[in-house]
């Protein structure tokens, strides 16, 4: 059974670092078949795409957030994280991981999810 | 970017009741589109792939259909269960982006 799991800081002060790590359970993170992905939602609101990484360590990112983002893998952990700079209360938002096929960006398979509030 | 947007914003329903929810993209998406359900205070689970497919362990009285820039999601007898928010994503152009969801109500 496939499971994420995110874990990091839920209070990330304004114009610091958001880190965010997320572990895979149940299979291998080097798996070529699937990009690792991280996604966002701000409260009461949708969902966003931020980028993903695929276990080679090519990464593509969600030209919004790409000034700021970067998303990394170990694949010895079996763990790929997130790194988001200069946050804003804008920032603020439930952060999911989540496993998409490379043929086809669905995402099957999600952590629960990790808030984060950006405040001094 | 490809905008998805979603109609209803919101709907009230009745157990029993068959329902469908549209999604609309900006530009063609070929079927590389997919629905999923969020409840609240828990991440989405995907219930449809490639516009149409079924995912693993997902009812069959879910089911999906369209191509190109309309796609609908029909439920065909609500259960008590099915009442949450469902937002459809496009999968055929980064940034891969969500429509703003369908929150479904107990009438």
């Known amino acids: 059974q496939v499971q994420l799991q995110e874990s990091g800081p839920e209070l990330v002060k304004p114009s610091q670092t958001l880190s965010l790590t997320c572990t895979f359970s149940?299979?291998?993170?080097?798996?070529?078949?699937?990009?690792w992905n991280w996604i966002r939602q701000p409260p009461g609101k949708g969902l966003e795409w931020i980028g993903y990484?695929?276990?080679?360590?090519?990464?593509f990112y969600n030209p919004s957030l790409e000034s700021r983002v970067a998303i990394s893998v170990d694949t010895s952990k079996n763990q790929f994280s997130l790194r988001l700079t200069s946050v804003t209360a804008a920032d603020t938002a439930i952060y999911f991981c989540?496993?998409?096929?490379?043929?086809?960006?669905?995402?099957?398979?999600w952590g629960q999810g990790t808030p984060v509030t950006v405040s001094s | 970017d490809i905008q998805m947007t979603q109609s209803p914003p919101s709907l009230s329903a009745s157990v029993g009741d068959r329902v469908t929810l549209t999604c609309r993209a900006s530009?063609?998406?070929?079927?590389?589109l997919s629905w999923y359900q969020q409840k609240s205070g828990t991440a989405p689970k995907l219930l449809i792939y490639s516009a149409s497919t079924l995912q693993s362990g997902v009812p069959s009285r879910f089911s999906g259909s369209g191509s190109g820039t309309d796609f609908t999601l029909t439920i065909s007898s609500l259960q008590p269960e099915d009442f949450a928010t469902y937002y459809c994503?496009?999968?055929?152009?980064?940034?891969?982006?969500f429509g703003q969801g369908t929150k479904l109500e107990i009438k």
């Open positions: 989540a496993r998409s096929m490379v043929y086809s960006m669905y995402f099957d398979s």
């Open positions: 530009q063609t998406i070929s079927n590389y």
């Open positions: 994503q496009q999968g055929y152009m980064a940034p891969y982006t």
């Open positions: 990484i695929y276990y080679s360590g090519n990464s």
């Open positions: 149940g299979g291998s993170i080097s798996n070529g078949d699937f990009y």
